[in-house]
């Protein structure tokens, strides 16, 4: 029982032990993680049993002041939740040697206490599920009434001491060279990250005086936050900036690592400077950034998270800017994107005519992979290079555009703009289906043509009977694998869309293109045609990666499959509808109505989740990016679901007017 810990405690008050405070964190727990208001019910009991026994509430004060005052406070106020230097690597060879060797706490240190208390981060979810104001509630009894001196002085002086090591740290990443790059103009001016510093010195060295009581008074702080919101606008204009010429993973780093320390720099600065009734609550918030942290300090997942994030918001952000080029919302976008997806079905045509003929030719799997993945790669790239449109690829850059939209729908108010998302969604819809239309819509005859004519040239078929019943085979959803590999075919989608923003992004930062147009080979040609080159590679070079790697990996699939002796392949909805042209040649047209259905029912089942699983991951991708928390998904989709009702026809052709979002 609580009352029992309480005495236990007020018995001794004066030990410096965790153990007390830790069997009352366990009371405290609740008995599942899928229960945490059974945590908030114990904290306000906790509170009523303390407001009705002040002798209780006095030895626990008294306590506290004990745990507090032998131990180091500055590395958990300096160092907890602030990203580390550490890098990817190092960062997972450390969070497993803790797991299969977990380290030794020194309990001398507040942040090593605090981490063995909260058992390495696992009460970080009910401690963050406790309301803010439950917590300060019970923080405000204990922050309130008798403190000794000693105790005040202390934890005064770790949060100066903190106060100038985050400054310092502050002042540290702000002068590094590659943000000093981004934002030229801190050379021509007095640098605010350098100016922050001394003022901060200034501060801390007035504040220890007045402690001391060699001075009256001390400098007020408000020259410190003007200099941290300069601090921060430098912040915002490099983050600006990277949108425009692009981020490494070591800006990345400093980036993040730098706001984090402004955060907690004013974090430290409320709890000095700021209203002494405003503190429980700031403590609760602090105390739940802790929690979190020390989870995120031994998860390898939260790992990954820090170390993409913001890398891949730069990355979608170029794949947002490509997507509104897929999404059209008039007749004449409408019409041009037929016309895009049709020169791509042309070309894809071929591409699987030539697939069929490389299997005949007796190579090795690795020489069968190359020569695969060389054919769809030239491939997809000659239909970028035409201006033409594969529909799949279109979820990669469509759903980040859909991202960039909902990142910009306010948090107050989020339903009124839910109209105008509803329709850019029927309007991605629309522009989706035209381009699997024009896809397949000259995929199939051009192949039958193609089949065609080389059966009366060569007397048979590309394909023969066999290999046309192989084909046949792989498109039924039933009796083989189709949907399993369309879903691969689907993930290979979405990793070629990072991979387009991945070398867009590394186009503008390393300038890539300029040093291409620069390179002593091309001095022959003349200045205006090397500024074309640098002009195409600066628009292009992400589109043409991704073909290029995304033919590469549907290219290999099988071949891997084949070597591992796992049933791995791919299907992709254009080239099973050029393949069901060609088995059709093969076999004179001779095959039943059922297998007929079978196959057709198989390529819209293999379209549905190529597109599927590109969108699904891509929107992922690009919400957890951009940090944005979505929570209206229902009533959009029955605002979707109300379009469909009453205007179908817009799902599938565009209206003659714009439609208006109120």
Known sequence: MLADILDAIARNPDTPEFRSLGQLLKRLRPLSADRPEESEIRIDALSGLLLTQPDLLAALRRYIDALLLPRRHLHLYADTGILATEGLGSGIWRRLNERLLPPIANDDYLDDAFSRLIRRGQDADWIEAVSDECWARLLRLLLNGEHGQDIREHVLLEQLDALRVLAHRVCAIGLEPELVRNHPAMEDFESPFLALANETERFVRHQRERLHGLREDGIDHLQMQVLMAQCEDVLRKIKRQVAHQGVSVSLTYLLVRLQQTLQRLAMVLEFITGEPELRPLLLARFLKLMSRAERDNHSLRALFSRNTE??????????????????????????????????????????????????????????????????????????????????????????????????????????????????????????????????????????????????????????????????????????????????????????????????????????IPERVAAHPWLRWLSTER??????????????????????????????????????????????????????????????????????????????????GVSFSLALMLALKSRGVRFRLWLPLLKLILRHFRYRPRDFFWPPREAINAS
């Open 310 to 511: 913001l890398l891949a918001r730069n990355i979608t952000e170029h794949a947002s800017e490509t997507g509104d080029h897929y999404v059209t919302n008039d007749r004449a976008g409408f019409y041009e994107m037929w016309r895009s997806a049709a020169k791509a079905g042309f070309i894809v045509g071929f591409m699987a005519l030539f697939k069929i003929l490389a299997a005949r030719l007796a190579l090795a799997p690795v020489a069968q992979a190359v020569l695969y993945s060389m054919n769809y790669s030239f491939g997809f790239m000659l239909i970028h290079v035409l201006h033409g449109t594969i529909a799949t690829k279109q979820p990669a850059m469509t759903a980040s555009h859909i991202a960039a939209s909902i990142e910009d729908v306010p948090d107050r108010r989020a339903e009124r703009h839910l109209g105008k998302l509803a329709l850019l969604c029927v309007d991605v819809f629309r522009s989706q289906f035209i381009a699997i239309l024009g896809n397949v819509a000259l995929a199939f005859p051009v192949a039958l043509l193609l089949g065609l004519i080389w059966l009366q040239i060569n007397g048979a078929g590309p394909a023969s009977a066999a290999k046309a019943g192989h084909l046949l085979h792989e498109l039924s959803p039933i009796d083989s694998l189709a949907l399993f590999h369309a879903a691969i075919a689907g993930f290979f989608l979405f990793l070629a869309g990072i991979i387009s923003g991945y070398y867009d992004n590394q186009a503008i930062y390393s300038r």
């Open 530 to 611: 090397r500024g074309r080159i640098e002009s195409y590679l600066r628009h292009n070079l992400g589109a043409l990666a991704g073909n290029f790697y995304f033919g590469i990996m549907l290219g290999s699939m099988g071949t891997i499959g084949f070597i591992l002796g796992l049933p791995l392949d791919i299907r992709h909805i254009t080239f099973s509808t050029a393949n069901f042209a060609y088995a059709l040649v093969a076999l004179d047209f001779g095959i039943s109505w059922q297998t007929w259905l079978i196959s057709i029912g198989g390529i819209i089942a293999i379209g549905l989740v190529n597109l």
